[in-house]
C-alpha cells in the first residue's frame, strides 16, 4: 500500500498553507488513554483543533490525567473508566496511580461504549481503542501507532516491561492477540504512522494500511543558530531499548562532547561510568530542548521506535540524525541527506557514524525543509484527503 503522499499526490504548498476544510459530521474520537501530553496525545489535540467545526469531537478515553493536558483537550474529555477514576487507582501528578493495572478489562470498556450517535468515529490506537462498536452506517477509521505491543511484539516490550509486570503479560499474550485480531476487522480503514507500523499492520491484522506520519510542530525549532561543531546530542528516556550505556561508552573514545537528557531506572547505573566527555542532564524545558537542538552538530537515535518525533525535531533545527535502521527512522533519515543509518545500536558502528557524520557537509536549512514532510498542516491535509476518500466510498457525509 502507498503512502498518503504518492496515493493521493502531495498537496501544493497553498493547499497546504490554507489547510483542509472542516469536518461538521457527529464525531467521536476514541483514544486508548492519556497519561500526559506526549506524541499520542499531541496527534489527538492535532486532529480536535484542526479537523472539526469548533473544535467539536466528543473524546472517550480509558483513563486521564487531565491535569497535564491542555484545558481544551481535558474538557472535550466526555468520558473515561469509572474505576481508572477511583483514589489510588487514577494517576496525580506526582504519582502514576495503578490504573494500567487494569489493562485485562479495558477491551470490554471500549468495546461497550455507546456510540450510536456519531457518524465518524476515529479510533486512535496502540492498544484497544479499536475494539469500539459503531453504527452499522457509521465509518470508524483508527489511527494506529503500532498493534498492541504486548500481545505481537514481545521481543520489543521486553525491554520496556520488567519483572512480574513482564510474567503477567507473558500470561496474557494468546487472549490480548485473540482479542486484538478480533478488533482489528472493526474499523472500516486503517491509518499507520509509518511504512513499519504499515508492515505490522498487514503482517498480525492482515489488513492494507496509508502511512500518514504524525504532525510535528517543526516551525517551533530554529535551523538558522550557529552549531557547536563538537557536540552531539541525545534526548530519551533512560530505558534498555533506548541504549543511553551504549551510547554514553561511543564517546568514550571520541574527541567529542556529548550531552544526554533524560531520566529513567538507568540513571543510577548510567552516572556510574559516565565518561568525562558525557553530560547527563534531567528533563528540561522545551525552550532549552529546542536551544540544544538548534546548536547541536549531530543527534543520537539508536532505538527502534514506531515513529520518532524527536529526529523530526533535530531535522526541524537544521541538525542531521545519526539513527538506527529500524523502524520510523526508515521513514525519517534518509541516509546521506537527513543523516546517516546504521545497522547496529553498537559502539563501534556509533563512533564510526559521528566520524563520517562530522567529516560531510550538511546544510541545516535543507535540512529544515525536509522536515516539512512532516508538519501538521500537511498531517491534517492527508488526513482528511483519507477521510473524505473513504466517506465517499461508505456513504457517509462530512
Not at 483543533?49 to 491542555?70: K, M, Q, W
Not at 486512535?124 to 462498536?133: G, L, Q, T, Y
Not at 566520524?355 to 536549512?365: E, K, N, T, V
Request: charged share 25%; net charge neutral; hydrophobic share 40%.
Amino acid at each position: 500500500m502507498l503512502d498518503a503522499a504518492e496515493q493521493f499526490g502531495f498537496p501544493e504548498q497553498n493547499e497546504v498553507e490554507a489547510g483542509p476544510p472542516p469536518i461538521a459530521a457527529q464525531t467521536a474520537i476514541v483514544h486508548d488513554w492519556f497519561q500526559g501530553f506526549h506524541g499520542a496525545e499531541r496527534v489527538v489535540e492535532a486532529m480536535r483543533t484542526g479537523l472539526f467545526v469548533d473544535a467539536s469531537p466528543d473524546i472517550y478515553t480509558f483513563h486521564a490525567a487531565r491535569e497535564l493536558l491542555p484545558a481544551g483537550l481535558a474538557a472535550a474529555i466526555v468520558r473515561e473508566s469509572k474505576i481508572a477514576s477511583l483514589p489510588g487507582i487514577r494517576q496525580r501528578v506526582e504519582h502514576p496511580g495503578h490504573w494500567r493495572n487494569l489493562l485485562p478489562v479495558m477491551p470490554h470498556y471500549f468495546s461497550r461504549l455507546d456510540l450510536q450517535e456519531y457518524d465518524l468515529v476515529i479510533s486512535s490506537s496502540h492498544a484497544f481503542a479499536a475494539n469500539v462498536r459503531t453504527r452499522s452506517d457509521a465509518l470508524h477509521v483508527c489511527y494506529c501507532y503500532t498493534p498492541l505491543r504486548y500481545a505481537w511484539l514481545p521481543e520489543i516490550e521486553r525491554g520496556r516491561a520488567l519483572g512480574t509486570k513482564a510474567l503477567a503479560l507473558s500470561l496474557l499474550r494468546k487472549r490480548l492477540r485473540r482479542i486484538d485480531r478480533a478488533a482489528s476487522v472493526r474499523p472500516d480503514g486503517y491509518v499507520a504512522i509509518s511504512s513499519a507500523v504499515r508492515d505490522r499492520i498487514r503482517r498480525f491484522y492482515e489488513r492494507d494500511s496509508v502511512v500518514i506520519h504524525p504532525p510535528v510542530d517543526v516551525e517551533e525549532f530554529d535551523p538558522t543558530q550557529e552549531k557547536d561543531a563538537e557536540r552531539f546530542l541525545w534526548i530519551h528516556r533512560l530505558v534498555s531499548y533506548k541504549h543511553p550505556e551504549l551510547v554514553a561508552e561511543a564517546f568514550r573514545e571520541l574527541p567529542y562532547r556529548l550531552t544526554m537528557v533524560g531520566i529513567g531506572p538507568l540513571e543510577a547505573r548510567l552516572r556510574k561510568d559516565l565518561p568525562p566527555n558525557v553530560d547527563l542532564r534531567g528533563w528540561l524545558s522545551r525552550e532549552e530542548l529546542a536551544r540544544l537542538l538548534a546548536r547541536s552538530a549531530g543527534f543520537i537515535h539508536v532505538g527502534n521506535e514506531d515513529f520518532g518525533i524527536t529526529m523530526v525535531e533535530a531535522l526541524a533545527s537544521g541538525t542531521p540524525v545519526i539513527a538506527l535502521n529500524r523502524g520510523g527512522a526508515r521513514d525519517i533519515v534518509r541516509s546521506g541527506i537527513d543523516g546517516l543509518l546504521i545497522d547496529r545500536p553498537d559502539p563501534a558502528d556509533i563512533r564510526s557514524a559521528v566520524r563520517a557524520l562530522i567529516r560531510s557537509r550538511w546544510d541545516p536549512r535543507r535540512l529544515a525543509d525536509g522536515a516539512q514532510r512532516f508538519s501538521r498542516p500537511r498531517f491534517l491535509l492527508e488526513l482528511r484527503t483519507y477521510l473524505d476518500e473513504l466517506s465517499e466510498k461508505r456513504g457517509v457525509h462530512l
